[in-house]
Every structure is written in structure tokens, then in C-alpha cells.
């Protein structure tokens, strides 16, 4: 009995005061702003600087995962949008309306996911035909857009985190 009073001691179960939360989020977002329509973003510096093979190798890329972005989207966008609202919504009702922190932390951070999810589609729909700077310029503008809405993310998230901590008088 002892063991297991240890072990829930040391492995906190809670969202917003467990490390593991924490690592996950950054690890989320880190990879959110690298992967700019799947694309990783040294990709794009690489072929901005050096152009030839580096850059048709990211024309490549690109035209790969946006036909992948926009296919997903058009065949199963509705039901997709139709699941994903569902979800988001039980999530959040659950979360900030029924008081259940597992869902607080996870509609925090699948709530913005949906958000990078509809702007990759977006920017997929215009990038049939870019090649060089526009295409620099749209992939650029994509992560610092991505970069901003994790930074807001994750102000809300740690500030939501510190009011539900320290409202559990867990500290």
C-alpha cells in the first residue's frame, strides 16, 4: 500500500502541474512551426540560399503534400470538420464546463492544431504553380503565422495552467 502512495506522489496524474504535459506541448508546437506543409523548414532556407537541385527538390515536396492536404480535404474535408467540431466541442464543454482538466489541457492544444490544420489547407490551395520567392514567401508567412499562434497557445496554456494549479491548491 505504501508503494502505490509513493508512486502516485511521485507520478503526478494531473494535467497542468504533470511535466510530461509540458514536454508534449513544446514538442507539438516545435514540430508545428518546423513542418511547414510537411515540408521541414531547413528545406526551405537550404533552397532559398543555394537554389537548383535543393530548390526543385522543394517544389517537389511541396507539390507532394499539398495535392496529399487538399485531396484529405476535399474528399473527407465535411465529415473531417464534422468529427473534428464534435470533438472540440465535447472537449471544451467537458473541460471548461464540467471542470474535467484532462480536457482543458487537451482542448488547448487540439483546438489550435485544427487552426494550423485549416491554414495548411489554405495555403496548399495556392501553392499549384509558385516556384522561387513566392514560394519562399508564402512558406515563411506560414511559419511565422504558425510561430504566433503557438506562442499565444502556450501563454494561454501555461497562464490556464497556473490558475487551475494554484486554484487545486496542489502547491
Known sequence: MDFYVTA????????FSNLWFWIMLAVFWSTASHYVLGVPYDMVTRAS????????DLVDLVRINSNRLIYIADEAGSWLIAFATFFATVLFVSGF????????????VFIPML?????SVH???KTPGLRGDALFKLLR???ITIQAMGMVAI???????????ISAGVL
Open 115 to 119: 487552426l494550423i490544420f485549416a491554414l
Open 49 to 56: 540560399k543555394h537554389g537548383g537541385q535543393a530548390e526543385q
Open 8 to 15: 502516485f506522489e511521485l507520478i503526478d496524474l494531473r494535467s
Open 97 to 108: 464546463y464540467q471542470g474535467v482538466e484532462f480536457c482543458q489541457a487537451v482542448s488547448l
Open 123 to 125: 495555403n496548399a490551395r
Open 141 to 143: 508567412r506560414q511559419r
Open 155 to 165: 501563454l494561454v496554456s501555461s497562464m490556464w495552467g497556473m490558475y487551475v494549479n
